[in-house]
């Protein structure tokens, strides 16, 4: 049941993402629109957007702290937004794009478990728990 719902977290994000992408950068190819159809087509995009994130946060958060929820949402968002950019916006992606991608992959790395002052304070309390009450 762990790997599922860490599936469907990541899943979720995914579809998340692409369409907050769409909501976000979706409109540029279409400058000649009037900004106000663009705003409220963005926004309509943006709630299909959140019918995946929210979910996705709140089953998410019993696998992943916020912390965590939002650098492997960060790191989705990098990816779709890259595939977005060179598919639909015809951009280039230079070296630095990808210098900036490994330092992302760099923040999962620090943050897949908790801090050393955490993960002390959590044993610390967890042995409290175990041992007997010294009756108050």
């Given at each position: 049941?762990?790997?599922?719902?860490?599936?469907?977290?990541?899943v979720?994000?995914?579809?998340?993402?692409?369409?907050?992408?769409?909501?976000?950068?979706?409109?540029l190819?279409?400058?000649?629109?009037?900004?106000?159809?663009?705003?409220?087509?963005?926004?309509?995009?943006?709630?299909?957007?959140y019918?995946?994130?929210?979910p996705?946060?709140?089953?998410?958060?019993?696998?992943?702290?916020?912390?965590?929820?939002?650098?492997?949402?960060?790191?989705?968002?990098?990816?779709?937004?890259?595939?977005?950019?060179?598919?639909?916006?015809?951009?280039k992606?230079?070296?630095?794009?990808?210098?900036?991608?490994?330092?992302?992959?760099?923040?999962?790395?620090?943050?897949?478990?908790?801090?050393?002052?955490?993960?002390?304070?959590?044993?610390?309390?967890?042995q409290?728990?175990?041992?007997?009450?010294?009756?108050?």
């Amino acid at each position: 049941i762990e790997l599922f719902s860490i599936m469907l977290t990541i899943v979720l994000l995914i579809f998340s993402n692409v369409f907050m992408t769409i909501a976000w950068y979706g409109h540029l190819k279409h400058k000649e629109s009037p900004l106000v159809m663009a705003i409220v087509v963005s926004w309509l995009i943006a709630f299909v957007e959140y019918c995946f994130q929210v979910p996705a946060n709140r089953w998410g958060s019993s696998q992943f702290s916020a912390v965590q929820l939002k650098v492997i949402q960060e790191i989705i968002t990098l990816v779709v937004f890259s595939i977005f950019a060179v598919w639909y916006l015809d951009a280039k992606l230079g070296w630095n794009h990808l210098v900036a991608f490994l330092l992302i992959v760099g923040a999962v790395f620090l943050v897949r478990n908790e801090s050393p002052m955490e993960a002390s304070r959590a044993a610390s309390q967890a042995q409290q728990e175990q041992s007997p009450s010294s009756g108050h």
